[in-house]
């Protein structure tokens, strides 16, 4: 074992076997912590059954040719300068930032991060690996605790993403302190690659931060897979901002669980932007284990060409007097499809909950089709909640009434999808994200 | 001359004629006024001027400005100088009145998308001060809340707020010809006045032509008419000037359309033809 963290720089392009993760764990230069974790979830991964269309909620995913056999164990950060090129035209790269990070493919370009002057004492802003050695406290305190290994074929990629890991980020914030630029982690899958992609957050109590992640790629026409573990821990009473965008070039797959817990009235505004890649399975949960927290997730979709995109959103509340509220808004052009599976839960205790989920979705023409199924399963009594969920089509009213104030049925349709996102956007709590998300949609509304 | 010509128009809707042979000419700085019973088939009118698809053009022709108004897409017909003050305007949620009402301004001016061009000689969109100065203006006319331009277009409106920007969108945007459907239904006496007056000011100072469609008389004591149209059952069946209008508040619709030796439909009462019902 060496005693700093390695970087890993040569690809092992054979599949995920106990060899190829004890060569990775090596040239990782994991800690004991972290070889024990790989190992475990290695076998965990053997053991879940791939998920088929049979199962739940893998009904609507386009599994075939996934082959997760013949994906390599992990690829190394390659093409770099086409990489950071590309993130110079990201969603969010105006934004000032206290910190930023780029991945490639599956490795964190260590050399890439950069950090604040002014950062206030006890702020971590790592990779993965160097957390692990610097920190191990903090690091192994949290890491698995959010989104843990299971045999379940629902974690069948977040234990392949955990037996891969080598790159990530760590932020960490300690005690009643406040980091107000957001953090920022670009993660690019370049040509020939594979991305896994590991970020894990935790704000301590009364702390307040920003992070952003955006998943883009170099090569438009590159059909990689991309996997993704998001673990955030917002502490009691802290404040956390969490924007992620996945922007991939259209081929991409990607698949990604995104877990929250929120603590003891804890406030977490969560916003999620999906616009590329072929088919994008993400899951994101908010587990409300603390009473009194608070979360808002937004999300925001807008596919075209034969794009699928398949969230499953989860709302646990697990403790009292908790507060949820859920608004996907999408947009669905040519014959793309959308899947939207929430489910809010209440458990038994939980009383005095309050949670809301909505899905809306406008869908302009006649191949493009939307799944909306919203479901709740409560077993408390004295709780609000409510869910709701809409399929329209571009209004012809409100067509005709743009039109015959001179403005063409082309402009029309780009007006009215614009208000449509209206709401979303301004959902978006971290503002110089939310311009240029706006920005950024509208530009693609005229492309 | 940006004169509307209407001949022999007939329009159905789902299969059923519901005008039957309309004949009228509005000329810039005309002011025509067409009453009528409801059914009588005011608004199918509207509608189909401003081409609305639901409404189906059988036979007859409409000219505007020297060209085929019918073979016009909507937005054609509007950016030529047609408008519709709309009985019913239609929310547009998401969307704030100040862009809508700009973006209609620069779609007026010929202007594509944002504007962006490299061509030196292409539309140019409304500078910010000259917009804000226009905007102003109109607002004061017609006076128009400052909070209601922030909100998002007819979304939550009062019925008397969204005739009133119905009408902030008229004086922005200029029309030869508007045409007014009930533009009065849904404003009390002091907001119809000022409403009127707008109307009244564009006609006099930039000699716009007006049709206002109206069911009941009272508008027409701020806005006075040279031309007074009746409709009943899809045609037009007497015109004449202001003093028709007056005719018809004093005496009610049957004993005028019986002096013009036209009875009138038994499906309407009495009371539904009485012009000063309010």
Known sequence: MTATAGTVTETISAPLSS??????????????????????AHAAFERAPMPTRRDEHWRFTKLRGVELSELPT??????????????????????DLAGELLHVNGVTVEESITRAADLPDGVVFSSIAQAAHDHPELFEAHFGTVVPTTDSLDDKFVDLNTASLAGGVFLYVPRNTTVELP????????????????????LEEGAQATFVEEFLSTDAD????????????????????????QDYAVPVRHFATHRVHAHRDATVDWSAVGLGASMGKTR??????????????????????????????????????????????????????SVWRGMIAVAPGAQGTDAFQKNSNLILTPGAHADSIPGLKIEANDVRCTHAATITKVDPEQLFYLQARGITREEAVKEIIRGFFTDVLDRIEVEQVRDQVRVAIWDRLDA | MADLIIKNLHVSVEGTEILSGIDLTVRKGEIHALMGPNGSGKSTLSYALMGHPSYEITQGSVEFDGQDLLEMSVDERARLGLFLAFQYPQAVPGVSVTNFLRMAINAHRGVRGDGRNDDPDAPKPIKIPEFRKVLEEAMELLKVDRDLIRRYLNDGFSGGEK??????????LNPAIAILDETDSGLDIDALRIVAEGVQKLVTERGMGALVITHYQRILNYIEPEFVHILVDGKIVASGGFDLAKRLELEGYAPVLESFGIE???????????????
């Open chain 1, 19 to 40: 060899a190829t993760v004890a060569q990775l764990s090596e040239a990782a230069g994991d800690t004991a912590f972290l070889a024990q974790r790989r190992t475990e």
């Open chain 1, 74 to 95: 992990v690829v190394a950060a390659t093409d770099i300068e086409a990489a950071r090129e590309r993130t110079a035209t990201s969603l969010t790269s105006a934004v």
């Open chain 1, 183 to 202: 953090f920022r982690a670009d993660v690019v899958l370049t040509s020939g690659g594979a991305v896994n992609w590991r970020a894990l957050i935790v």
């Open chain 1, 222 to 245: 590159y059909a990689g897979l991309s996997n993704a573990v998001v673990e955030l821990v917002a502490g009691a009473n802290s404040r956390l901002h969490y924007v992620t965008a």
């Open chain 1, 284 to 337: 994101m949960e908010t587990h409300l284990v603390g009473a009194g927290s608070h979360v808002k997730l937004t999300g925001l979709y807008f596919v075209n060409g034969t794009q699928q995109m398949d969230y499953d959103t989860y709302q646990l509340h697990a403790a009292p007097n908790a507060y949820s509220d859920l608004l996907f808004r999408g947009v669905l052009d040519d014959k793309a499809h």
């Open chain 2, 163 to 172: 005739k009133r920007v119905e009408i902030l969108q008229m004086a922005l």
């Open chain 2, 264 to 278: 009138a439909p038994a499906r309407v009462g009495a009371g539904e033809l009485a012009g000063t019902k309010a």
